[in-house]
């Protein structure tokens, strides 16, 4: 979010500067991990999709730009047992606006999709304009093109505080300190810790992502095979998974990609050794097993990543109160942040330089927060 911010502030001819405590991009924080699903017909609300029809044009925007690839159109497949809010909620987005969605019936899954064995009496959707984005290459031509933009972005720099100072906020780093008219926080699983006042509201989970040597290989290949989305009658969240990708030096291996979304065990973001994984592993493999039996196969490699969830799961992107709107916050993606990232950057450089921006973004306000008894 940080570095689209850089983006569209220096693009609007403002001066930036942007502070990462490592690099950019890097593994340890929410944006590592080879790939992330971006779709429009919304199921956790109809709110958000105004904001995914922007962000998918200022993807393409960026792609222009930096004459790159980031974004994959994969389609998406949705299965979930009947009256499963997965497909419910994505049917709502879908009639409100207008987002092209398909129902598949029993006898034309097999024919379209032979990879998945889905049981006879789920609901499958397919939205045929969803994909998949490379978070980074995403995060590498954000900062290449806010550089030619004429941001300055400092890596390796670690922020230990701010403070409001007379009409100047102060930001404290170990190699200084630096003062600026607005402050933008965007620091994903460390956010409570800049931003003590919301830390009771976030909390920061381990996340398991698998990836396997699927047994039919020809089967989940990009081209063919879709980003899913699949809800088990007897677990919360969802399975999800993309198509096999080539293999990139960071990121992940050329192998089937298989994760959970659900928060999983709570840890502290600086926490390096984030502890067993075997069992979230079990958990992946026993799904695969059932809904992809034909993409069970060696396991590649494991990775972990972290969600920064809300109590209601929606993000925050808001003005702090009593900053004199010098201070603005992103935080709390929950785990379905990245599709996002494009139109954020916007959102944050419009509150920045004119204090509003158009965009919708009524609903992801900090008051939500104190009305649920947190600050
Ligand atoms: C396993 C997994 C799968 C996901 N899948 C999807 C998906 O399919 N689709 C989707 O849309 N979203 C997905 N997400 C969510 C998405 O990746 C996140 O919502 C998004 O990356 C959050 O962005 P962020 O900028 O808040 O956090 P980050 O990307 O972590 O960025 C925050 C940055 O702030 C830096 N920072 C923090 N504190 C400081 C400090 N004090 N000083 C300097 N720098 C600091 C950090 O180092 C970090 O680089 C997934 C997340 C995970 C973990």
New binding site residues.
Partial sequence: ??VAACYHVSRAGASVLG????A???E??????Q????RQAYFEHPDYVPLLKRAYHNWQQLEHRAATHVYHPTGLLYAAPPGHFLISGTQTSAARYNVALQTLAPSERHVRFPAFQLPHHYDVLVEPEAG??L?HRC?SAYKEQALLAGAVIKEH????GWQKKGNEVVVT?AQGEYRCRTLVI??????G??LPSLASSLRVTR???AWVQPQKPALFQLGSFP?WLIAHPALPGSF?GFPVLPHEKVGGPAGLKI?Y?HPGRVVE?DEPDRGDTQSDVDVLMDALNTYLPLGCGQLLTV??????STPDEHFVIDFLPDMNHQVVV??G?????????SV?GEVLSDLALQKKTDLPIGFLGLSRLARAGTP
């Avoid at 502070?19 to 490592?22: A, C, M, R, S, V």
């Avoid at 965007?186 to 956010?191: Q, R």
């Avoid at 929950?334 to 990232?341: E, I």
């Fill in positions: 979010m940080g502070l990462e405590q490592f950019i991009p890097h340890r924080g929410s944006h590592g991990g790939s992330r699903i971006i998949l984005l978070p995060l720099q670690r922020v230990w780093t965007t620091a994903g699983a460390w956010a810790q800049v996340q398991v992502i980003c999800y994760a979304h973001a990775k972990t990543c972290l969600y920064t992103a935080a993606f929950s785990g379905h942040g990245f599709k996002f990232v954020v």
